[in-house]
């Protein structure tokens, strides 16, 4: 186990034998993202590649997944080099690390476990009395075993004090992710077009599925459902 780092800190130490203290953010298709400490969250974000990590240890809980579709729970330290031990809830659990396919940190709040984005725009011409609003907004909850997404994006155009286009769309997804590969999918969505006639859709729908093989660098999986 390395100690040197301070105890709030997450540690890598890449094969080349350098070393960076900072936060785990994710792994995900063969790249670790890895904030460096002292810096904020996007600016000092490094990608590495996952094989070039030759040991990582971090106090967060995080959620590790295996090529195998295993999914454990707990911090995570460094018995050898290219080696995890997890501890778990059951108990400690040892893996080698290219066996691992994706690393998400999981937080105890609602409200640090969700990520977002908001885009908002307006524009007005006064000389041919134009007005046009945009908004594109995205929310991500990350529990362990599910995802939950929602999305909405909103257009409405007027010219003269008149609507001619207005476009809204709300999205509801989830993801859970079950034993041995599989997982469930679900879909809420409310549509309006104007420009389509289209005063008020409601769809619902739901899959199942399984991934059939995974990598750090490919996932192929198949699934059907009803909508």
């Known amino acids: 186990m390395l100690a040197w780092r301070a105890a709030a800190e997450d540690l890598v130490v890449l094969a080349n034998g350098n070393r960076m203290s900072g936060t785990v953010r994710e792994l995900s298709r063969g790249e670790l993202q890895f904030t ?4 904020g969250r996007g600016r000092g974000t490094l990608e590495i590649d996952w094989g070039n990590v030759a040991m ?6 995080l959620e590790i997944e295996t090529a195998s579709g295993e999914r454990f729970l707990g911090t995570i330290t460094a018995p050898a080099s290219f080696m995890l031990e997890i501890a778990t809830d ?3 659990k040892t893996i080698p690390m290219p066996d691992v396919v994706r690393i998400t940190p999981i937080e105890a709040r609602f409200r640090e476990r969700t990520t977002g984005s908001l885009d908002l725009g307006l524009d007005f011409l006064s000389a041919s009395d134009e007005l046009d609003w945009t908004l594109n907004a995205e929310a991500r909850n990350r529990k362990a075993g599910s995802l939950t997404t929602v999305s909405l994006s909103s257009l409405v155009r007027r010219h003269d004090g008149r609507t001619t286009q207005q476009r809204n769309d709300l999205q509801i997804g989830s993801r859970l992710f079950l034993d041995n590969r599989w997982f469930v999918l679900g879909l809420f969505e409310i549509e ?3 420009e389509l006639d289209l005063d008020l859709r409601a769809l619902l729908g739901a899959a199942m599925g399984r991934t059939l093989t995974q990598s750090n ?3 192929f999986a198949l699934y059907g459902g009803l909508d």
Request: hydrophobic fraction near 55%.
């Open 192 to 194: 309006e077009d104007l």
């Open 217 to 219: 660098r490919a996932v």
């Open 90 to 92: 059951v108990g400690m």
């Open 56 to 61: 990582l240890e971090s106090a967060q809980q």
């Open 36 to 39: 460096v400490a002292g810096a």
